[in-house]
């Protein structure tokens, strides 16, 4: 059929068809496919029906609102796309106990690292339910709820053996999305094709003394790409975490720029696609980390020079052009809400972002 694999990912595939490419992303048994006439569509479907519906022809799906693993995607919006996640989030409650009813304003307090240690262990009855809700949890905040990742993030790490401190957490948690049940992600892109990356972490707020990271990366509206993750080292200062986060994030940012490079590279030089993925900013908020990332090892003063060799692989990145550092205050950084539990309006202004809505769109999107 003439299509071409992206070399960055095996499951999508590429052809320039009248001018316009045409995408065909795997997933499991399931295909997306996309091209700007409905025709070579319908053509593409009769050629596969061809070949592997002889016993049973493939079931198609056509619109521009899809429903597809609990979400309902929707482009109906030019330049736009929502990923709403209503009735799967619904079927979630609906297993939640009594003592789970109610509404929470954030998914989690300030205090979501800290473990009681002391605090008895759940039954087999509700450890099974917490194990269950966690892993639901987690499916949604890794597809249209990514607002809920760092509270999922230490939920995750207790399944084993949770206790009755970490069901007070998740009984947080699912009273946030109660209350949060109606807001879609909303993804778009700008004109100039950058991408833009926010990477933070929080020093030793584990129990292990481990710290955070949280990053988050947009085309301009929503987060197309995010994370909230503990470090796999544990680090002397807040600078060295901060190191550490940018090298957690450097391989998402390496493989999403060469991806988006990949998809676009049969496009004439003049389209306005042509741009996305040449310039990758990341915003920090620590001035010595961006000083340490930008000069490599050499720069390192005594508090920070047992840190490895490996965490520079992101000078390599910024000497080649791969990689802008910019300087961003600590309020305006949207991956704090992901590396830590924040409160109040930086909280809902973090969270908006994220999500891709503006406050007023958050207020319409709830009635």
Known sequence: MGFEVNEYDECTFNKMVDGT????????????????KQQRVDEIIDALNAI?????KMSASYGKIHEYLGMIIDWSELGMVKFKMY???EDILAEALDDMDGTDVTPATVYLFQVDLDSPLLDDTLADLFHRLTAIFLHAAKRARPDIQVAVSFLCKRVDAPNEGDYKKLRRLDRYVRGTIHIPLVLGWDEPGNIVWSIDASFSVHMNMKSHTGYYMTMGRG???SGSTTQTITTRSSTEAELVGLDDGTGFIEWTSRFCKAQIKDYPENHPLKQLGCKNLVMQDNTSTIKMAKGGRRTCGKRTRSIDIRYFYITERINDGLIMMSYCPTKDMVSDYLSKSTQGSLFRLHRNAIMGISSEEYDRYEL
């Open 223 to 225: 987060a197309a790409v």
């Open 52 to 56: 592997f519906g002889k016993q049973k």
């Open 87 to 89: 009735n799967y989030l």
């Open 21 to 36: 490419q045409f995408t065909i992303p795997f997933h499991v048994d399931d295909l997306k496919l996309s091209h700007l």
